[in-house]
Structures are given as structure tokens and as C-alpha cells.
């Protein structure tokens, strides 16, 4: 099976920037995307197709993806940014979420 | 507007059988693809099952593969999600979630999920 890891936790302080990292074999050969959750809350798509954004998601959110490894960086970060982020991709007949990263503001 | 709601979860015993549905709205489920993603508490989140807009084709997670069937009813515009057999471990909400398929795939919309606990 595939696999996508994620660190458990990051912490940042307000203003400065993010980044969160997913690594899977050849991760750069496959279109990911990222997914916020706050807690009792569903999942958000914040990224698709390695890095655009969805209607609504802030220019702070950004997205790249090479090699094996996917990164979710969030600029000018706000307390309302914490939250845990998912990578997600294809990988044949099974879609992949990582580990998840929780984001301490 | 686009809407996705969950229902049929509860509590079953260990070994027992649920229906979850997941009605949507807003768009016909016949254009678009759907999936199943849950999330055991204070886990993360894990995909579980994907029908594709025709409904021929269907792939499972090896976790649930042979005990759970997705399907949909065009009639009703609702998703479907048949559990047998359940676990301990299938303790968990239980997300639908709208993909789009196209040069990338990715879950644009998600329903609010239904909690399923399986007693032992």
C-alpha cells in the first residue's frame, strides 16, 4: 500500500510562515492536496492539483510538490490557521490521506 | 447550493450490520464521483470507498474491502454505505465527500459526518 507521511505537529508564531511537509515514493509523479480541519469540523479542501486554491482560500495558502515530497506553506499565518492539515493523492485504485499535521498558532 | 448530509450511524454491536446514507443536493450524483473517508476518534482521516459518476466503477480500502458496499440511488439523489461484519476498529464519523475528477482528482465538498461506534 501507499503511503504519505506527515510530522505530527508544527508550531509557528503569528505572521510568520508555515510549512507543512508530505513525503510518499514518488510523490512529485502524482497531483496531491490539502485538506484543513478544525476540530469538530469537517475537512476544508485548502489546495488541489499540487498548488491551486479553491474560491475563498487565502493567497497565504500555497502549495508545491517535487520529488517525493508535497509542501503546504502558509504565509503571514493568523490564529484562525490552526488547525490539522491532511495531504491527500491517487495512487491506482485507492485514494492516500497522510498521517495529518496539527498547526499550533 | 451544494449539500451533503449524513445519517444512519448509532451504536452496533460488534459482528452487526449499518446503513449509512448520504443525501445531496444542489448537483445531480449521477455527474460526479463520491466517496467514503471516516475518522476514528482523534485520528486521522482514512478513505474507505469511491463510485464513479456511471456507478461502474467502485474501489474499496483493503480495511473494508469484502465487508462494505457503496452504492447510490439516481431516484433519491443519495449515496449509500452498506457495513457488515463491523469492528471495533470501524468505530469512527463517517464523511461522504464530492470529488472532482479531471487532470487532478480532489474532494471539493463534505457532508458533516455520522459517528458509527461499534461495541465489543
Known amino acids: 500500500s501507499y503511503d504519505l507521511t506527515q510530522p505530527p505537529s508544527v508550531s509557528v508564531s503569528p505572521g510568520q510562515t508555515a510549512s507543512i511537509t508530505c513525503s510518499g515514493d514518488?510523490?512529485?509523479?502524482?497531483?496531491v492536496c490539502w485538506y484543513q480541519q478544525k476540530p469538530g469540523q469537517s475537512p476544508v479542501l485548502v489546495i488541489y492539483?499540487?498548488?491551486k486554491r479553491p474560491s475563498g482560500i487565502p493567497e497565504r495558502f500555497s502549495g508545491a510538490n517535487s520529488g517525493n515530497t508535497a509542501t503546504l506553506t502558509i504565509r503571514e499565518t493568523h490564529p484562525l490557521d490552526e488547525a490539522d492539515y491532511y495531504c491527500q493523492a491517487w495512487d491506482t485504485t485507492a485514494s492516500v490521506f497522510g498521517t495529518g499535521t496539527t498547526v499550533t498558532v | 447550493e451544494v449539500q451533503l448530509v449524513e445519517s444512519g450511524g448509532g451504536l452496533v454491536q460488534r459482528g452487526g450490520s449499518l446503513r449509512l446514507s448520504c443525501a445531496a443536493s444542489g448537483f445531480n450524483l449521477n455527474d460526479y464521483s463520491m466517496n467514503w473517508v471516516r475518522q476514528a476518534p482523534g485520528k486521522g482521516l482514512e478513505w474507505i470507498s469511491y463510485?464513479?459518476?456511471?456507478?461502474?466503477?467502485?474501489y474499496y480500502a483493503d480495511s473494508v474491502k469484502g465487508r462494505f458496499t457503496i452504492s447510490r440511488d439516481t431516484a433519491e439523489n443519495s449515496l449509500h454505505l452498506q457495513m457488515n461484519g463491523l469492528r471495533a476498529e470501524d468505530t469512527a464519523v463517517y464523511y461522504c465527500?464530492?470529488?472532482?475528477?479531471?487532470?487532478?482528482?480532489?474532494?471539493?465538498?463534505w457532508g458533516q459526518g455520522t459517528l458509527v461506534t461499534v461495541s465489543s
Open positions: 492539483q499540487d498548488n
Open positions: 463510485i464513479s459518476g456511471s456507478g461502474n466503477t467502485i
Open positions: 514518488k510523490l512529485g509523479d502524482k497531483y
Open positions: 465527500a464530492r470529488e472532482i475528477v479531471g487532470e487532478a482528482d480532489y474532494l471539493d465538498y
